[in-house]
């Protein structure tokens, strides 16, 4: 059996790509670097793009990442059903490229919040196969661009097709309409989040290992395929 | 060229309404709302036409999910 070689992007400013790597690696899989100026995936089976504050944030969040070089086969093999996880500016990264519907913009009373939440996943997805619908984890989030915001026609397509992932069990933090902390794309094998599961993935380091899950999901995904 | 970006109406523009208050603070009266945005200064050749100053307003300097905007053209 191979291992599934999930690629990690690094950008001029991200922060979380050593951790993604890790959570990678603790799930089974063989973590592969990938440069934001390299349009080459090479030859991964799935896409972490992490968090951070890529390009400074100029702009808008992600905007400047979405259109940087690597983008463009990560967008392309994301439309044919690679598996992608954005986590945070991840996350914002792939909404400004198109790869999933809406915008994340500044918290509501622009406080920025660096706190465990706790998440309810609500959709099987390339990322989630592994946890039950239903199941509540918990993960931290540390953002101060983390307002999930869409049309109301974009919001009610997403409830009506599965496809909101996951859902702050709270009020969210951010204000993010209809608490929505994480989306996929229609075949649900893109999938973008605000709060960030690769930090929850030692007790050690984290707050439990509830985060994990997404990696394991992936992994086991791939290897199944393979 | 001018490109001027706004958040759209229906978009919380919570910078906005922080300094809307903070000119009540001041005790400026009579300033309803305030909404905050982005103003590009691009110089361009003659050769880039209306339609293609549109699509890098629409592409790239606003989002359209959340933005809107106004290109103009200035000597």
Request: proline share 5%.
């Amino acid at each position: 059996m191979t291992g599934a070689r999930i690629g990690v992007i690094t950008f001029p400013g991200t922060l979380d790509d050593v951790d993604a790597a890790r959570a990678v690696r603790y799930a089974g899989g063989e973590a592969v670097e990938l440069w934001h100026d390299d349009a080459d995936l090479r030859g991964v089976d799935a896409v972490v793009v992490p968090g951070g504050f890529s390009y400074g944030d100029y702009l808008r969040a992600g905007a400047i990442a979405a259109r940087s070089p690597v983008m463009g086969p990560v967008v392309e093999a994301g439309r044919a059903g690679m598996p992608v996880l954005g986590i945070c500016n991840g996350f914002q990264i792939l909404c400004e490229a198109g790869l999933l519907p809406g915008a994340l913009v500044r918290n509501q009373g622009l406080r920025f919040v660096c706190r465990e939440v706790g998440l309810r996943v609500e959709a099987a997805t390339a990322w989630t196969a592994g946890f039950t619908v239903g199941q509540d984890i918990r993960v931290p989030l540390k953002s101060g661009e983390g307002r999930y915001v869409a049309d109301t026609a974009t919001l009610d397509a997403l409830e009506a097709e599965g496809r909101v992932v996951f859902r702050y069990t709270e009020p969210a933090p951010n204000g993010a309409l209809r608490d929505i902390a994480g989306i996929s794309s229609a075949d649900g094998r893109v999938v973008g989040l605000m709060p960030h599961p690769e930090h929850a993935i030692d007790a050690l380091t984290g707050p439990g290992t509830d985060g994990l899950g997404l990696f394991t999901s992936v992994v086991a995904g791939l290897t199944t395929a393979a | 060229m001018i490109v001027d970006v706004l958040p759209k109406a229906e978009i919380l523009d919570p910078q906005g309404q922080a300094v809307a208050r903070a000119m009540g603070r001041l005790g400026v009266a009579g300033v309803a709302d305030v909404r905050q945005g982005k103003h590009f200064e691009l110089e361009v050749d003659d050769t880039v036409g209306d339609a293609e100053l549109e699509n890098i307003a629409a592409t790239l300097l606003a989002n359209p999910v959340i933005e809107e905007w106004v290109v103009r053209r200035v000597s």
